[in-house]
């Protein structure tokens, strides 16, 4: 689903980026009420995760891989404005180290990728949530719909885009067809691979699931003839030295697995062209792409410049990419963090005028 550049026209490419750094900013903005000590670092390691699941692309159809856009795992974990942000961060660490997606595309690959695919995921698995029991299962259930559901959503807002701003002359219906088709059999293991992930954090921590929060309904009490939220309980002390659990083991986890995948399993991901790469050249819109303004980068194509070793070059690039992403997510989002602390801490000490 990484556009390339020259596939939408310059004016529409120009919208799109305006559009995208809004939607950037009012995430940022966003954040600031779902981040606190315990996600902020957590954010930083969901969009690393993201990063090496894309690298692990799977075969969907003769020819035709798929990978995860990582949209419906972001928002469920740590909220849908951080989803956003998690998103973005990827596809910028991608365009611009591994010439992965276009430059002056950028916009379009946020606006289909990490916008679309959050609000459509969220949206669903909301909905769901609030109809299916109160459980983890219902959770993951909701999460897998959510999933499935984001990436044709992501193909539809590539053919709108194309449609307003399309480089060549392929008739809209066929484009319209064959991206979400296709993608509709990449949705399939989107939302496998999200019910997976989300269902693991639950069985262990489902503390840290922003989606799995407030599962259990509020005690009510009946006073004057009106429900009202029951006070809630008194926390009992902790034990001595016995701290609040730790994020670490998890965080310390997620990065291994992400090192991992990045690192050694992305070698056996299928070579096959990803469901837009198929469309493109089967259709013919590929005719007037450019070459990538990055195509020089020493890590252009997941491969490290002058290793000849063909596995040992993309296991060091993608090493290299979960560390830059997981440093540089992290730095946005404690800065966002801290931001929301100093906004309540101004809010508490202000002096009211009398």
Known sequence: MHVPDGFIDA????????????????????????LDERTAPLAGLVAAFIFAVQMLNFPVAAGTSGHLLGGALAAIL???YTGVL??????????????DGGLTALGVNVMNMAVVTVVVAYAVFRGLVKLLPDSRR???????????????????????????????????????GAMVGVHVLIGIGEAAITAATVGAVIAVRPDLVHGARGLSAPLKLRVGGELVDAPAAAPAPAPAGLAARSTKPVWITGLVTALALAGFVSYYASASPDG??????????DQKVTE?????SPL???????????RLSGGLAGVI?????????????WTVRRRRAADLTAASTAVPVA
Do not use: N, W
């Open 11 to 34: 004016p529409v490419s120009i919208a799109a980026g305006v559009a995208a750094a809004g939607a950037v900013a009012v995430s940022l903005r966003g954040a600031r009420r779902e």
């Open 78 to 80: 740590v909220g849908p």
């Open 86 to 99: 998690c998103v973005s961060v990827v596809l910028l660490m991608q365009g611009v180290l591994f010439a």
């Open 138 to 176: 219902s959770v993951t259930v909701a999460a897998f719909a959510g999933a499935l559901l984001s990436v044709p959503g992501a193909a539809v807002m590539f053919t709108l885009f194309y449609a307003v701003g399309g480089t060549t002359d392929v008739p809209l219906t066929k484009v319209f």
């Open 276 to 285: 837009l790469e198929k469309v493109a050249a089967d259709k013919g819109i």
């Open 292 to 296: 990538h303004a990055a195509a020089d």
């Open 300 to 310: 252009a194509d997941y491969s490290v410049k002058d290793v000849s070793d063909a």
């Open 321 to 333: 990419g979960v560390g830059a992403t997981v440093v540089v997510g992290t730095g946005i989002f």
